[in-house]
Every structure is written in structure tokens, then in C-alpha cells.
């Protein structure tokens, strides 16, 4: 069945460095969501995904869509201690009824 | 505006004990998620809702779990009877429509003792 992993699993980033995650997915991607959870929290909406090879920016945050549709990337530079928490990436696939599927998550810990 | 407010937020019981949780998602979105999150990885879709219609429930435990959204705007998740193993936060989320961002309430952290 359709499965979504996500590398790193943990990411221990120094304050002020950039870093990147990823999202795999098995099968191709009608679109992809990526979420926030604070430790404690419950997961936040970032941004959704849809076309092949689509690039979004949100300040310090960087999405990429593979041009497969089978992959993502969230790109973070100069980390800040608000960015701590597990980002998830979603997927949705049509013919599987927009079924939402959440991959693992990566924790982030930053390092001040 | 409101966002997706659950109750109660945090529910201890004793093992083979009924327990229910209540979701109220956004006014006016139509699709309605119940999720079960255990420590230290991603949510796990238990049911989805479009309006009053369960559309995929193929990953609920329907030996004990039941769900209903019945006038197709609130929901309640009920475990009879509950197992040590169903210890998790339960989280609703709903949505405008089904591919649109969904948004998660603060769940319900159970604890089954």
C-alpha cells in the first residue's frame, strides 16, 4: 500500500544553519501537504503542493515538489529556535478517494 | 472564528472501560478526519467523514472503535472496551473539502490504566 517516508527522522540543527528534509513516497503524489507540530501542539497547515516540480517559499521555508510527483523536499535556512518541532509531510492521492496519509515526521531540535 | 475544538482534552480510564470523545469542526467544512498519534510519529487516519457519510473507515478497529457524525457537523469517537494499547492522543481535523488544508484540534490525550 501507499506508504510516505520521511529522512531524517531527527534532525539536530546548530542556530543559524540551514538544513533539509525529505518525503518519499512509494507511488505518485496527486498533491502534498506539509505540517507543523510544536512539541505539545497538534499539527499546523504549512502549505500544500500540486503541481510537478513546484517550488514555494514561506520566509525561511523552501517546498519542493519532485517532478515525479513522488518526492518532496522542505529546505529551512538560518534555523531559529521557533522553528523546534516534528514536520510532517501529507499525502493526498484522488484515486485513493483524497485519502490523507502522514508520513513519520522529522523532529527537529535546534542548538542555540 | 472558532477553530476545531475537542473535549475532553485529557481522559484517564481503567482498561475495559467505555470511553467517548467529542470533535465540533470548522462552520461550514464539509469533511471530518479522526486521527489516533502515538508518541513520536505521524497521525494514523482512523475514519474520514464527507458530511454525515463515512467515506473510508477501512483502517478502524470496528470490534471496539465506533464513530458517527450523524447530522453531518459534530462527531464522537467511542473505544468499548478500552485496551492499555489504545493509549494515544486522538486529534479531529476537518476540511473545506476533502484536498483542501485540514485543520487539527488539540486532541485528546488518553491514558488507559
Known amino acids: 500500500g501507499q506508504q510516505v517516508m520521511q529522512i531524517p527522522q531527527y534532525q539536530h540543527v546548530q542556530e543559524g544553519e540551514d538544513f533539509t528534509t525529505y518525503c518519499n513516497s512509494s507511488?505518485?503524489?496527486?498533491?502534498i501537504q506539509w505540517y507543523k507540530q510544536r512539541p505539545g501542539g497538534h499539527p499546523v497547515f504549512l502549505i500544500q503542493l500540486v503541481k510537478s516540480g513546484e517550488v514555494k517559499k514561506q520566509k525561511r521555508l523552501t517546498f519542493q515538489f519532485g517532478e515525479a510527483k513522488k518526492n518532496s523536499s522542505l529546505h529551512i535556512t538560518a534555523t531559529q529556535t521557533t522553528d523546534v518541532g516534528t514536520y510532517f509531510c501529507a499525502d493526498m492521492i484522488k484515486a485513493a478517494g483524497n485519502k490523507l496519509t502522514f508520513g513519520g515526521g522529522t523532529r527537529v531540535l535546534v542548538k542555540p | 472564528e472558532a477553530g476545531v475544538v475537542q473535549s475532553p482534552r485529557y481522559k484517564i480510564i481503567e482498561k475495559k472501560q467505555p470511553v467517548a470523545f467529542w470533535c465540533n469542526p470548522i462552520s461550514g467544512h464539509n469533511t471530518l478526519y479522526w486521527y489516533l498519534q502515538n508518541l513520536g510519529q505521524g497521525p494514523e487516519l482512523l475514519i474520514r467523514y464527507e458530511n454525515e457519510e463515512a467515506v473510508d473507515d477501512s483502517q478502524l478497529p470496528k470490534d471496539r472503535f465506533s464513530a458517527e457524525r450523524l447530522k453531518g457537523v459534530d462527531s464522537t469517537l467511542k473505544i468499548q472496551p478500552a485496551e492499555l494499547g489504545d493509549s494515544a492522543v486522538y486529534l479531529c481535523?476537518?476540511?473545506?473539502?476533502?484536498?483542501?488544508?485540514?485543520?487539527f484540534g488539540q486532541g485528546t490525550r488518553l491514558t488507559v490504566v
Open positions: 507511488t505518485t503524489l496527486s498533491n
Open positions: 481535523a476537518s476540511s473545506l473539502e476533502a484536498d483542501t488544508e485540514a485543520f
